[in-house]
């Protein structure tokens, strides 16, 4: 039914015309570089001087001098000494400080006692990285605070603790989970920004119709725009993937190929999903503008690269669920980080399968004015 | 066995919604005609050929395109005849050439017949040697030839041209003229809309459409003649009517009548 020459000559006819349209050049080969960088390094600041309140509830000797020995690093700058958590936290919140160190009533009876001394560490946890790397800092600090005490003979074996509080975002995602994430993101705009340049462009111009005086199919239409987008988008992922290894070193601990499969069904779903926007509107801008708002801001921000879908309000954790990036997420991190495949990943690749056949479909039957059969 | 007639229409209506672009319309075009259709801006001279052309749904009638029904065949349809729309659309970032091939490939022609053809159109449109220009900065009488060899490129026995000279200077015209002319003479046959009085002339019948209705269907000299008659004056003495009064003549009874 498909027939394999007119399927080639809109398929060459797709790629001609990306490779001669530096915007499309540029949202193609650019953009998912650019966007790594931006992200990767915009979460990878190094915590220096963070403001700092501590909330010392022993008073002891040891205590001050634990507090001196973090302001002498450099990282950290305590400029706050309030009462009590509460003020403390009030701090936090309207974001006067960045971290809160609390040092229990007890403390110093009990590391000089050999007991585990625990502080807390409340960080803001919105902003993971920062909330990652002073925590990370704090205990190493604290760390060589308990063994200079040890050495120094003035306690017993056990380590000083720091016990994270952290708020909005439990599970502190650093940029590791950022690369994989990005791979969704970046398809997501690939879809959405590509297909309206090209698909309401045929309206624009007239040439719609030409298409449709041939005797060419809806599928072969549909697939022809579809396949050169989709050599696109596995280029974008071995350059993301490869670039994030290089400048971030996140690793890939799953099968390629299993990857690749996952980004095609998405990037299928996606592209359907913008091919029947555009076709729908038939605007280059306005494609562009609904093809942003349906595609790419959810893939931003409801699919828990930037939020953690957990710390959502309940109707937003809902809606998420309708996010094919959510679950494509889920697959790129489960891919990259945990070396998981299909055998964990499974019910992802049904809904990811599931949202590819509604976008062809989509994309199909909005040609059906234009395109009998 | 009889081949059939190339376009058989009855009582074709298209409706938008309330309004009706083409009402009841009936005709039937002959092998190698070339067939005029005439009338003013929104007279459904589109409407009627879209449906002609599979791109249109009639809402009534009946209507077969070289003996394929303009209901349930319209994809067998298009991959019988050429179509050149109003807009005669190539794709203008694409060279003449990557044009040529992309057409060709819809039209399923491949190998050695698409480098014949693709030789013959560059021939006809002048072009040759200029393959790997881009299409948009061509002089619109070169595009406008261009598209009619891409919509010709399948070597179809029909062919449904949508005002395909406007906006194109005189002398490129006469010239597209010319080819169709030719066309005709090797059996094509046309089916083609104009607003030009002087195109009118070269088609073999003319159509008058008007506000969706087919108001007059015949042969140039035959029109004419009869304004002479209607109009009362001696054939022998006075000048005989142009084509242009026949047109505005026609339209104005017709207007009365549909007011009255
Ligand atoms: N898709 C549509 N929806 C609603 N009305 C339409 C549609 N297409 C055409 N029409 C209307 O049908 C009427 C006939 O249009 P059509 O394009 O067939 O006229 P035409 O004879 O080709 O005119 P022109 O000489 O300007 O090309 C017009 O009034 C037009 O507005
Ligand atoms: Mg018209």
Redesign the pocket.
């Known amino acids: 039914m498909i027939s394999r020459t007119r399927l080639r000559a809109m398929a060459r006819k797709e790629w001609i015309q990306l490779k001669r349209d530096p915007r499309s050049m540029i949202l193609a080969f650019v953009l998912p570089l650019l966007l790594l960088v931006f992200f990767g390094y915009a979460i990878t600041w190094d915590v220096e001087d963070l403001p700092l309140a501590v909330v010392d509830e022993d008073g002891t000797q040891v205590t001050r001098e634990l507090t001196d020995v973090l302001q002498a690093t450099g990282d950290f700058r305590i400029i706050h000494r309030p009462e009590s958590r509460q003020v403390a936290d009030q701090l936090l919140i309207r974001n006067s400080v960045r971290g809160v160190l609390v040092i229990p009533p007890g403390f110093t009876v009990r590391l000089q006692g050999g007991r585990a001394a625990e502080i807390q560490m409340l960080v803001d946890g919105s902003d993971a990285n920062t909330a990652t790397i002073a925590l990370n800092t704090a205990d190493a600090i604290l760390g060589r605070f308990a063994r200079n005490a040890v050495l120094q003979g003035r306690s017993a074996n056990l380590p000083v603790r720091a016990e994270p509080r952290i708020w909005y975002n439990p599970t502190l995602e650093s940029r590791n989970m950022i690369v994989p994430g990005l791979v969704a993101v970046i398809m997501s705009i690939i879809a959405a920004m590509l297909t309206a340049l090209t698909i309401a462009r045929e309206w624009e111009r007239g040439t719609m119709e030409q298409l449709a005086s041939t005797p060419v199919a809806r599928v072969e239409v549909v697939l022809g725009k579809l396949l050169p987008y989709l050599l696109i988008g596995l280029f974008d992922v071995a350059v993301t993937v490869t670039a994030g290894m290089i400048l971030f070193g996140t690793p890939l601990n799953g099968s390629v190929l299993e990857l690749a499969v996952y980004t095609l069904l998405f990037l299928t779903g996606a592209l359907g999903l913008g091919i029947f926007i555009s076709a729908a509107v038939k605007s280059q801008v306005l494609a562009t503008q609904i093809a942003m708002v349906a595609t790419y801001l959810p893939a931003v921000l409801l699919s828990g690269f930037l939020f953690e879908i957990t710390s959502m309000p309940a109707v937003l954790q809902g809606v998420t669920y309708l996010i094919p990036a959510r679950y494509f997420i889920t697959v790129t991190r489960g891919i990259f980080l945990k070396g998981v495949g299909v055998e964990v990943l499974w019910a992802q690749g049904l809904f990811m399968a599931a949202f590819a056949a509604l976008g062809l479909g989509l994309a199909t039957r909005v040609f059906r004015k234009e395109l009998p059969s | 066995m009889a081949e059939p007639r190339p376009v058989v229409v009855e009582e074709l209506t298209r409706r938008?919604?309330d309004?009706t672009?083409?009402d009841r319309v009936s005709f039937q075009v002959g092998r190698g005609e070339i067939f005029g259709f005439l009338?003013?801006?929104?007279?459904?001279?589109?409407?009627?050929i879209k449906m002609l052309t599979g791109l249109l749904e009639p809402t009534e009638g009946r209507g077969w395109v070289a003996g394929l029904d303009v209901h349930g065949q319209r994809r067998e349809i298009r991959a019988r005849i050429g179509y050149m729309s109003?807009r005669f659309s190539l794709y203008p970032d694409l060279t003449i050439r990557e044009n040529i091939d992309l057409f060709g490939g819809l039209y399923g022609v491949a190998g050695t017949r698409l480098e014949a053809r693709r030789r013959w159109i560059l021939e006809m449109a002048e072009l040759q040697g200029q393959e790997g220009s881009v299409t948009g900065t061509l002089p619109l009488g070169f595009k406008q030839r261009l598209a009619l060899g891409t919509a010709i490129i399948h070597e179809p026995a029909i062919l449904f041209l949508?005002?395909p000279t406007s906006g194109v200077d005189p002398v490129a015209r006469r010239r597209f003229w010319d080819l169709i002319d030719g066309f005709s003479h090797r059996g094509v046959t046309v089916f083609v809309?104009t607003?030009y009085m002087e195109e009118a002339e070269y088609c073999h019948r003319l159509a008058l459409?008007n506000r969706?209705r087919l108001i007059a269907l015949d042969t140039p000299r035959r029109l004419r003649e009869e304004e002479a008659r209607i109009r009362g004056s001696d054939p022998s003495s006075a000048p005989p009517p142009s084509l242009e009064e026949v047109f505005i003549s026609r339209v104005e009874r017709e207007g009365g009548a549909v007011l009255g």
């Open positions: 938008f919604g309004f672009a083409v009338g003013p801006n929104g007279a459904g001279k589109t409407t009627t109003q949508d005002e809309s607003h459409m969706g």
